[in-house]
């Protein structure tokens, strides 16, 4: 079965910096979709950026990209120019590619992002 | 124009209740998902229909069952509610199929509370 590990329960960053949150995952399948997902105070949630395991290239989204490591099933964001409205619960998830998977996304445990301003 | 919507948005009810959370989606998705999302903010599938039939069912207890009238719709129906049922529901859809661009779209989430 797979799983995600988000290590950092919490984080903080000054407002205008740079901020990386980790994500892990364990999978003995080879063809899988990586996401993350944003959960502000209103509970509401956003996804933020996608990525696909076979693509090389790490995926951006304006202030938002990835850190895709396949071997070492890595997958971290990173924040460039933090603004206050960054502020909010962040999920990691995964995705299986195989037809047999009917697209369940399996969550990390969530990691809280502090901006101060 | 909302995407994925819930009602109620907030259910507070005694325990040994039966309840229901009504979810509808207007972005002609083929595939609805029901996520149980606990106090300590844990996401995990519970249910998922794909063009109104059942297709995961996460080993949740059979006091819950879903409910799918048309593939715009995903009902959940929660008999003898029990403490541990407390928690945030979310409905999600999507198009269906396995590539990148199947997007789960979020529902607002309901938030029950059982006393």
């Known amino acids: 079965a797979q799983t995600v590990t988000q290590s950092q329960p919490e984080m903080s960053v000054q407002e205008a910096e740079t901020v990386t949150l980790s994500c892990t995952y364990d999978?003995?399948?080879?063809?899988?979709?990586l996401f993350w997902y944003k959960q502000p105070p209103s509970r509401q949630m956003i996804l933020v950026i996608r990525?696909?395991?076979?693509?090389?290239q790490n995926a951006t989204e304006n202030r938002f990209s990835v850190n895709f490591q396949k071997a070492a099933k890595s997958f971290s964001l990173k924040i460039s120019d933090s603004q206050l409205g960054d502020a909010a619960m962040y999920f990691c998830a995964y995705r299986s590619a195989f037809s047999g998977n009917t697209g369940k996304l399996i969550f990390g445990q969530g990691t809280t992002l502090q901006v101060k301003p | 124009d909302t995407a994925v919507s819930q009602t109620p948005k907030y259910l507070v009810t005694q325990m040994g209740n039966d309840k229901s959370i009504k979810c509808e989606q207007n972005l002609g998705h083929d595939t609805m998902y029901w996520y149980k999302q606990d106090s300590k903010k844990f996401l995990k599938i519970m249910f998922s229909?794909?063009?109104?039939?059942?297709?995961i069912n996460e080993t949740v207890p059979n006091r819950f069952s879903p409910k799918s009238p048309d593939k715009a719709h995903l009902n959940l129906h929660i008999n003898s509610l029990e403490l541990g049922d407390s928690a945030v529901y979310f409905c999600?859809?999507?198009?269906?199929?396995?590539?990148?661009?199947?997007?789960?779209?979020f529902g607002p989430g309901t938030r029950l509370t059982v006393l």
């Open positions: 990525q696909e395991a076979y693509k090389q």
């Open positions: 999978t003995s399948e080879s063809d899988y979709y």
């Open positions: 229909y794909n063009n109104k039939e059942l297709i």
């Open positions: 999600a859809s999507s198009q269906g199929g396995l590539t990148s661009t199947d997007t789960q779209y």
